[in-house]
């Protein structure tokens, strides 16, 4: 019998019962599921990963759908759990959905749901924000000043990267890959170097335009190149993030062979998915590489880091925060809530999972549909003509 947990129920009377595994930000998405007849149950147990015995005793005799998170294990024993209560819908609030077996959920019928197309800017900003902290030193300054050993000026004080003119490089030129890339060049007048499977028309026109810009006004043209391999963007580039999906392919990227290709003032960012580097290896790296530096977002044993990461002072590490401003969060919740509600209420899925402003705008009713069902085709959910 597993152990009962704490909860919050909104709406006790509701024809439908959906449950969160962990209180999300705003009430927005709370206030959505009332609307339309859900009991809303919110788990408030004091711990930051809740065990699959956890979660099971949260699903209960009968659960309609459940809203979760990319910490939590979801394979065979929730789904049966969750198949077993009658429930046909569960979201990740997340754009990534490695931690779920997508096959075992649509063996029982359960529809997963994400959050893309919300996170784009907010995860571009934050690869932006670690390029120049990175570059100028500022963790290692601020600690500095906390400290009480400032003095006064000094030439060679924490001397750091200029990124004007230098090269950004970016694996993976998707939306997030491609913001990045935007802000970099605009913000910063870098010239660019990626890699990606597929061309990316759109980067490539954006970077030109800015470049005949530069050049009308008596400035250097920035510049881009699509490289021929990852090998290339790891050589040439000054500054490199990672933008790629997690799969096997990607598993281990960067690797000690990679790194070595790199230049020794490389800056290298990751928000994507922490496995993508060998966290050991980069350890030794910026271990004998004083002068290479590092912004992690993500890393590849979460919630830990590979034995002596947090000693490198040329590493800038924070806690998976890509996505977490307030209006992205809040977006996240919206999606996932509306994910399970669309698959209770019989709803199509939305023909693009990146356009979700409709389901965003506060000012009107989102639309009858669930935003991202990545299952839709195997389940043969039908899809919205809006």
Not at 241 to 270: C, F, G, Q, W
Not at 326 to 354: C, H, Q, S
Request: proline share 5%.
């Amino acid at each position: 019998m597993a152990k009962p947990v704490s909860i919050e129920v909104w709406n006790p009377n509701g024809k439908y019962r959906v449950v969160s595994t962990k209180p999300m930000p705003g009430t927005r998405w709370i206030n959505l599921l009332i609307q339309q007849g859900c009991r809303v149950e919110i788990c408030t147990e004091k711990k930051t990963i809740l065990s699959v015995e956890d979660i099971i005793a949260l699903i209960g005799d009968k659960c309609d759908g459940v809203i979760g998170q990319l910490t939590e294990d979801w394979g065979e024993e929730l789904f049966s759990a969750l198949s077993r209560a009658g429930g046909k819908a569960f979201s990740n609030m997340a754009v990534g959905y490695n931690n779920v077996d997508v096959n075992v959920a649509t063996k029982y019928g359960v529809a997963v749901g994400n959050t893309p197309g919300v996170l784009t800017e907010t995860t571009a900003e934050l690869a932006a924000s670690l390029t120049l902290a990175a570059a100028r030193r500022i963790v290692e300054a601020d600690e500095f000043m906390r400290a009480g050993l400032y003095d006064g000026w000094l030439p060679h004080l924490f001397v750091g990267n200029l990124l004007k003119g230098q090269t950004v490089g970016v694996i993976g030129a998707g939306r997030i890959g491609s913001a990045y890339a935007r802000m970099m060049v605009e913000g910063f007048k870098m010239n660019l170097i990626y890699f990606d499977l597929y061309q990316s028309t759109r980067l490539e026109k954006f970077v030109t335009a800015y470049g005949g810009f530069l050049k009308a006004n008596g400035e250097t043209p920035v510049t881009w190149k699509r490289a021929s391999s990852m090998d290339e963007v790891l050589q040439q580039a000054d500054v490199i993030s990672l933008h790629p999906v997690l799969d096997k392919t990607t598993y281990h990227l960067v690797n000690k062979e990679r790194l070595s290709k790199m230049k020794k003032e490389a800056i290298l960012i990751n928000c994507s998915r922490g496995p993508v580097i060998d966290e050991a290896a980069l350890v030794d790296h910026l271990r004998e590489n004083p002068m290479f530096r590092v912004g992690l977002d993500v890393f590849e044993d979460e919630p830990y880091m590979k034995p002596g990461l947090s000693e490198m002072k040329n590493a800038i590490v924070v806690p998976h925060i890509a996505s977490a401003s307030k209006w992205t969060r809040e977006g996240m919740a919206t999606l996932a809530a509306l994910n399970v509600l669309g698959k209770i209420k019989g709803y199509p899925v939305w023909f693009d999972a990146n356009r979700v402003e409709p389901f965003l705008n506060e000012n009107a009713p989102p639309p009858a549909a669930s935003p991202s069902i990545v299952n839709a085709k195997a389940l043969g959910l039908p899809v919205s003509k809006l």
